[in-house]
């Protein structure tokens, strides 16, 4: 089939790259975001997908928006059976979604109907989750309850973060993708409709959200903290000022009030509700990630100091 790609971030890349090689379908474009500042000098920015186009020569449209009359022609001049999304980032008005003949197929890091929306991997680690995995399924107006092509699943490890979890679904989504694109077009694949029951949302995750809560149990803490890993990243405050934190460990040790910090020779320990947790790194203000015991060396925390 003839696609044009729709993606941003490292997790579509792994989709992109396996269309690219498959001797099935051509990639004839790709929508990506706009390039963007980063780093110090604030430079303009390729997303990661449109740098891995740029490699393979394909065009690449940067619209601000989707429903803009410029791109809207553009891309029915393009004339794709599908355009395959993969986190775009962007809202796709009907006009988009009408042009291609199959449509708008895209690969969701949930086992719809559970977790719609922008954050499903951070959900799932957060909820504790067993299983999570990836969809394809059909866009339509309303957010990610469109019918289902199919489903890969995913063990979600105790100790794994968002990052972890989220590389590993950016791989086996992707050869789910192109098994989808490869249904669609010789028809042997028809996508199911969501079912009602089951329905979870998990809205875009922010900074706030991140925050560390000390007065929940020792596994609601280590969840909250590796769903937070690495984007936004979870954090408390201490002695005013924000430290990032890296996961911890629920431990053995003496009762401690929720958020109390004990130095130990080889290890910093917080109390929550229950357990206490071990600290993994600890990022200060102005300062690298470092191990938590570095920190609290540098910092001398004080006997009943705490995490908030």
């Not at 963007?36 to 186009?53: F, I, K, M, Q, T």
């Not at 004339?79 to 993969?86: E, K, L, T």
């Not at 006009?95 to 949930?110: K, Q």
Request: net charge neutral; hydrophobic share 45%.
């Amino acid at each position: 089939m003839r696609l044009v790609f729709a993606g941003t971030p490292e997790p579509a890349v792994p989709s992109l790259r396996a269309l690219l090689e498959s001797d099935r379908h051509e990639v004839a474009a790709v929508v990506t975001r706009p390039d963007a500042p980063a780093g110090r000098g604030r430079r303009l920015v390729r997303s990661p997908v449109g740098a891995l186009a740029d490699e393979y020569g394909i065009e690449v449209l940067t619209p601000p928006r989707a429903g803009e009359p410029g791109f809207l022609a553009r891309l029915a001049e393009l004339a794709p059976d599908a355009c395959p999304v993969v986190a775009y980032g962007g809202m796709l008005p009907q006009p988009a979604l009408d042009i291609p003949r199959h449509g708008w197929i895209n690969l969701h890091f949930s086992l719809l109907p559970a977790w719609r929306g922008a954050a499903p991997v951070q959900a799932a680690i957060g909820a504790g989750d067993e299983i999570t995995g990836a969809s394809t399924f059909r866009i339509v107006r309303e957010l990610d309850a469109g019918p289902v092509y199919g489903v890969v699943t995913e063990k979600i490890q105790s100790t794994d973060t968002a990052g972890e979890l989220l590389d590993r679904l950016a791989v086996s989504g992707a050869g789910l993708l192109v098994s989808t694109m490869d249904g669609i077009e010789d028809g042997s694949l028809r996508a199911v409709p969501q079912h009602a029951d089951g329905v979870s949302y998990a809205p875009k995750v922010t900074v706030a959200d991140a925050r560390a809560d000390f007065t929940v149990p020792a596994v609601a803490v280590d969840r909250h903290v590796r769903a937070m890993t690495p984007e936004p990243g979870a954090w408390a405050e201490f002695r005013g000022e924000r430290v990032k934190l890296g996961p911890v460990t629920p431990a053995e040790g003496p009762a401690l009030a929720p958020g109390e910090l004990l130095v130990e020779r080889k290890r910093v320990l917080a109390g929550t509700a229950t357990a206490p947790v071990r600290l993994g790194d600890v990022q200060a203000p102005g300062r690298k990630r470092m191990a938590a015991t570095d920190w609290a060396r540098g910092t001398r925390i004080e006997q009943g100091e705490r995490l908030t």
